[in-house]
């Protein structure tokens, strides 16, 4: 279950996909195998009235961990493993200590007031002329908000642009009301970090400014469940609500990724359970490139509506491939039309890359442009082909 306790609740959770089972019997049968897009196919037709079709372009579930407003308690953190600086090969590591006096400069406290009340959450500093990054689930739909610095300074901040399908926003205080230094910008990683590497995560953990905590890097490149997040980093580094939109920090002071999401143990009691998620430099900086630029982003869209395969299912529903994505929907004029898939197709890679999920296949087609063309395998009726697609524009949301 994912903590969904934020500062700004996210409109609209997703459901959880359920498939139906066979009907019982003593042994369990096993449903004979036939063509999934068959019409008359009972098995199928149970299948697609159980699933909630998800549109492969720009991802509408959110749910959050790192932003939370309020709260009367919470229950206690575990504490983080020992913290053992990895040397990178440079040998230009610095303590926690070290790396915490380096970007508690850069890490901003954010408050908003909005429609669904007010709430925090933190930014990371991105531009010495006054622009900051933070997670666009902090800031959506508010009416106002401010960024408090490090040293105490409050500033009105306007919402630049924020881009839900990767939970990523700018903000940009008036340069008029900082000082002629502007603000301190950290470095940020060009590369994702090593698997076991010190993390530092910096943010407002409930409203409480200028927090600390440390951790490892847990895992790179997850897929979250329910979330726009499918190349983060896994942290056991303590984050809780209000660390959203924060900084992960490696142990040469580079920001490594933006705090966005922890995994609870209990969805009615916010807390961290030492499994956190950041979007990694890589994918937020040219983001935030585009956020500055255009105010929105633009992504590659397929345009397929489906659910997950594994062997389970496709043993169950008799299906082509035991892993992949599999189409319930094609969307009218999209690039998977143009490229004849249908409904029943089950995708198991997508440029050289293997599918396993619909989340596998959302992260695979965002990472590309639109316009790209790409190689998919698709498998249907026991048959295996190869389709080249051109991808196109996923619509741009209301500003």
Not at 67 to 74: F, L, P, Q, R, T
Request: no cysteine; net charge negative; glycine share 12%.
């Amino acid at each position: 279950m994912y903590d969904e306790h934020t500062d700004q609740e996210p409109r609209g959770s997703g459901s959880t996909l359920t498939l139906p089972r066979p009907p019982a019997s003593s042994p369990p049968a096993r449903p004979t195998a036939t063509r999934p897009r068959q019409r008359g196919n009972p098995w199928w037709s149970a299948l697609v009235a159980a699933l909630v079709a998800v549109l492969v372009a720009v991802p509408t579930t959110l749910v959050v961990a790192g932003a939370g407003a309020g709260g009367d308690a919470s229950p206690a953190t575990p504490e983080a493993a020992p913290i053992v600086d990895v040397d990178d090969g440079t040998g230009q590591t610095m303590s926690v200590e070290e790396v915490a006096d380096s970007l508690l400069p850069s890490v901003a406290l954010v408050e908003v007031q909005g429609a669904r009340g007010n709430g925090a959450g933190s930014a990371v500093t991105y531009r010495e002329n006054g622009y900051l990054l933070t997670n666009a689930h902090v800031v959506a739909e508010a009416d106002a908000v401010r960024v408090t610095l490090p040293d105490g300074t409050p500033l009105e901040a306007e919402v630049v642009g924020a881009d839900p399908a990767t939970d990523l926003a700018v903000l940009r205080v008036d340069p008029d009301d900082l000082p002629d230094s502007g603000l301190p910008v950290p470095d940020f990683a060009d590369e994702l970090p090593a698997v076991g590497s010190t993390a530092v995560a910096i943010g407002s953990p409930f409203g409480l400014e200028s927090t600390v905590t440390a951790g490892i890097v847990s895992a790179v490149a997850r897929t979250v469940p329910g979330l726009p997040l499918t190349d983060a980093i896994q942290t056991d580094a303590p984050i809780n609500p209000g660390n959203s939109g924060g900084a992960l920090v490696n142990a040469r002071g580079e920001v490594i990724g933006i705090n966005s999401a922890i995994l609870g143990a209990n969805p009615s009691a916010p807390g961290n359970v030492g499994i956190g998620f950041a979007i990694p430099t890589t994918t937020a900086l040219p983001i935030a490139e585009q956020l500055i630029d255009q105010g929105f982003v633009e992504h590659a869209q397929l345009g397929v509506q489906g659910t997950d395969v594994d062997p389970s299912v496709a043993d169950a529903y008799g299906l082509s491939a035991s892993e992949g994505a599999l189409v319930l929907g094609v969307q009218e004029g999209s690039a998977a039309e143009e490229a004849g898939l249908t409904r029943g197709d089950i995708i198991t890679s997508f440029g050289g890359e293997p599918v396993t999920s619909m989340p596998e296949l959302g992260a695979l087609v965002r990472a590309q442009d639109p316009g790209d063309d790409v190689e998919l395998t698709v498998v249907s009726d026991d048959e295996e082909r190869t389709v080249t697609i051109t991808l196109g524009t996923a619509p741009t949301p209301p500003r």
